[in-house]
C-alpha cells in the first residue's frame, strides 16, 4: 500500500487536526516520529471509552499501550487536570513538552519527554503499570478501528459517515 502513487505524493496524507496550537502540533509531530523510530504505531486525538481523548497513543510491536499527554506551556499543564483519567487505559503514561516548560512543574513519577517539531527525546522513563487482559483487549480493538477508519478515509472520504474515523 505504501507504494500507492497517491500515498507517495502527499507528504501529509491526514488533513491537520486544528485543535493544537502550532506548538502542541510540533510536539505531537516530534513525538510520533520518536515512537516511529522505536517500533510503534501511533494515533493522535485518541478517544478513550471514558469519552476523554488522549493526545497520542501508542502501541509497541508487544502489544504495550503507552499514551502521551502533550502540555505546550505552563499555562495548559495548570489549567487541564484531565490527565490522570488516561491512566486507567495505558501501560505506561509520557508528558511531552517544549523544552521552555520547566521540568519541575510537571509530576516527577510520570514520564517525560521533550520534543519539537523535529524529534522528541525521552527524558524521564515512565513507570509501567500494565493493563489487566480486558482492558488491553477493549483498548487495542479500538485502536484498531479508530487505524482503519482512518485509512478508509483516506481512500474514500465521503465513505465515512459524518467524517467520523
Not at 3 to 32: E, K, T
Not at 118 to 128: D, K, Q, T, V
Not at 133 to 141: E, H, S
Amino acid at each position: 500500500m505504501s507504494d500507492s502513487p497517491a500515498l507517495r505524493r502527499s507528504p501529509s496524507i491526514l488533513p491537520p487536526d486544528g485543535r493544537q496550537s502550532p506548538v502542541a502540533a510540533g510536539i505531537q509531530r516530534g513525538v510520533r516520529r520518536l515512537f516511529a523510530q522505536l517500533g510503534h504505531a501511533t494515533l493522535p486525538e485518541f478517544t478513550l471509552a471514558n469519552g476523554r481523548r488522549a493526545d497520542i497513543i501508542a502501541l509497541a510491536p508487544d502489544g504495550v499501550l503507552t499514551i502521551i499527554e502533550i502540555k505546550s506551556s505552563v499555562a495548559d499543564f495548570r489549567a487541564d487536570r484531565k490527565w490522570p483519567d488516561y491512566e486507567d487505559f495505558c501501560d505506561r503514561f509520557y508528558f511531552a513538552v517544549p523544552e521552555t516548560v520547566p521540568f519541575d512543574i510537571l509530576p516527577e513519577d510520570r514520564g517525560l519527554i521533550v520534543a519539537d517539531s523535529f524529534g522528541a527525546a525521552i527524558m524521564r522513563e515512565s513507570l509501567r503499570h500494565p493493563l489487566a487482559g480486558a482492558r488491553r483487549k477493549a483498548v487495542t480493538l479500538r485502536f484498531a478501528q479508530a487505524a482503519a477508519s482512518a485509512l478508509h478515509a483516506l481512500s474514500d472520504p465521503d465513505g465515512v459517515p459524518d467524517g467520523r474515523l
